[in-house]
């Protein structure tokens, strides 16, 4: 029972101490809609920047709000895992065989933006501008 109790409790100190090490190197910034955790990644010639993927800067322009003025994203509770890139947009699949007919690909959720940077700055006033 004793073994027993000290194995369970250096797993849960493991993984605390494992959670704890990778929280930290976990970037995060607040925009209006909420809370962002990006991701550490590296360019070819080894230097370090902050990727925060698949952000949504507009709601989905499905159904009723199809071709029509996008509409403002919805605030999010918690925090967006901003590790992952989002959909991509309808297209042709470019990299398939001439020969096998054209496919599409994508989702019509497809307004998301990935960020990467060099640095992450406490206090954002704004995290991105869109120029259109």
């Given at each position: 029972?004793?073994?027993?109790?000290?194995i369970?409790?250096?797993?849960?100190?493991?993984?605390?101490?494992?959670?704890?090490?990778?929280?930290?190197?976990?970037?995060?910034?607040?925009?209006?809609?909420g809370?962002?955790?990006?991701?550490?990644?590296?360019?070819?010639?080894?230097?370090?920047?902050?990727?925060?993927?698949?952000?949504?800067?507009?709601?989905?322009?499905?159904?009723?709000?199809?071709?029509?003025?996008?509409?403002?994203?919805?605030?999010?509770?918690?925090?967006?895992?901003?590790?992952?890139?989002?959909?991509?947009?309808?297209?042709?699949?470019?990299?398939?065989?001439?020969?096998?007919?054209?496919?599409?690909v994508?989702?019509?959720?497809?307004?998301?933006?990935?960020?990467?940077?060099?640095?992450?700055?406490?206090?954002?006033?704004?995290?991105?501008?869109?120029?259109?």
């Open positions: 029972m004793i073994k027993t109790c000290g369970s409790l250096n797993f849960f100190l493991f993984i605390g101490c494992f959670l704890t090490c990778s929280a930290s190197n976990t970037p995060r910034v607040h925009v209006n809609s809370e962002i955790a990006g991701g550490l990644q590296y360019t070819y010639n080894g230097r370090q920047i902050y990727s925060f993927l698949g952000i949504p800067y507009a709601s989905p322009p499905v159904q009723n709000y199809r071709f029509k003025e996008t509409q403002p994203v919805k605030p999010w509770l918690g925090v967006w895992n901003a590790t992952i890139p989002g959909s991509g947009c309808f297209g042709p699949n470019l990299g398939q065989d001439i020969g096998s007919g054209l496919k599409l994508g989702q019509e959720d497809c307004l998301y933006l990935n960020v990467y940077t060099p640095k992450v700055i406490e206090k954002f006033i704004y995290l991105f501008c869109i120029y259109i």
